[in-house]
């Protein structure tokens, strides 16, 4: 009796040992690929902190860091500025063959270098940002940011406060992430004021204040007195006393007396997106698989805000506030659809 209920007990373990592995082996977590608990990125920025463009991306990346998204601990950027072509290069496969970096993000059109990298350093995530780049998929993702939602309540606010119907823009280059802005902008203004006639102009750069002042100064002896000033020169809106807009960061805080209204771009959901990418593939060992196309957040996704009027705040009437505010509260709510446009827009004869 003794050696058959030995034979029964062992048969019971050895079945409920089978049945517990059919399951799915939850008895053991070996099978499941541990979860990282830090981060680490190196970033290339096309002209370093003092330029809006990238130092919107690093004032979103220091939000997201302090957010600990998965709760990662989540360090500060290693960061290079200004590099392109074959230099680029050599600074991204340093950086990956370093073995510190999780993501590699190059905040401008750098396609053509990461598709040299992306297969040898499969494990990283690669990150370019922008007009100027190609869909690569795989493990190199291709981020755009459009503003044209926050630049046309920034052209409804000129709209309604010109007095002379000529709207101007100041602009780097003709790219599709200018475009758009500089397109939504016009259109906002128009949308009020059919009247309008808007002046384009590009100083072929993208950071050259002397040149935008310059640029500035012809736009206003045409007779503009709303200016979208792209090219981050405002002294001439406060020698000549014109109302200037700004865009990726608040300019208001820093210009005053030049800048009324900003539209302020977030990095934030796209920052937030590829960390969550990159942790997908850590915890579950799947391959990368990036969009073969450019990825981006609506403003109603928390891509883009509009700045407080600062100093000018007593200087706009009510009812345009209010213009402005119905705007921006049409297009959270989705029931307002600004157009994305990026063809080159051109100036009103």
């Known amino acids: 009796m003794k050696r058959k209920n030995l034979y029964f007990g062992m048969s019971v373990v050895i079945i409920l040992a089978v049945f517990l592995g059919a399951c799915g082996g939850e008895t053991s977590g070996s099978e499941k690929a541990a979860e990282p608990t830090e981060m680490h990125l190196a970033a290339i920025l096309t002209v370093g902190p003092e330029q809006a463009w990238d130092r919107s991306f690093l004032d979103s990346f220091k939000r997201v860091q302090q957010a600990k998204p998965h709760g990662l601990t989540i360090s500060d950027p290693d960061i290079t500025e200004a590099v392109f072509g074959d230099e680029a290069e050599v600074v991204m496969r340093e950086y990956a063959a370093s073995g510190k970096y999780d993501i590699i993000w190059a905040n401008s059109s750098y396609s053509d270098q990461v598709k040299k990298l992306k297969d040898e350093f499969p494990e ?96 206003i002896a045409a007779g503009v007195d709303q200016m979208l000033m792209s090219a981050e020169a405002f002294e001439p809106c406060v020698e000549k006393q014109i109302m200037c807009y700004a865009h990726y960061i608040d300019y208001g805080l820093v210009s005053p007396d030049a800048v009324a209204a900003s539209a302020i771009m977030n990095f934030d959901p796209a920052i937030n997106w590829i960390i969550d990418e990159w942790w997908q593939h850590k915890t579950t060992g799947e391959a990368y698989a990036a969009p073969m196309e450019a990825v981006w957040f609506s403003m109603a996704e928390g891509s883009s805000e509009l700045s407080p009027y600062h100093n000018f705040d007593a200087k706009i009437p009510q009812e345009v506030k209010d213009a402005v505010k119905t705007a921006l509260d049409s297009i959270l709510n989705g029931t307002l659809k600004v157009p994305l446009k990026l063809d080159t827009p051109t100036s009103d004869s």
């Open 124 to 219: 990283i995530l690669w990150v370019v940002v922008g007009s100027g780049n190609e869909a690569m998929g795989g493990n190199a993702y291709w981020v755009f940011q459009h503003l044209h939602e926050s630049a046309y309540l920034l052209g409804i606010l000129a709209g309604h406060m010109t007095k002379t119907d000529t709207i101007g823009i100041v602009s780097t280059f003709p790219s599709d992430d200018v475009n758009d802005f500089n397109n939504g902008f016009i259109d906002g203004a128009k949308s009020v004021n059919p009247e309008i006639k808007a002046k384009v102009m590009y100083i072929e750069s993208w950071y050259d204040p002397a040149k935008g002042a310059e640029a500035a100064y012809a736009q």
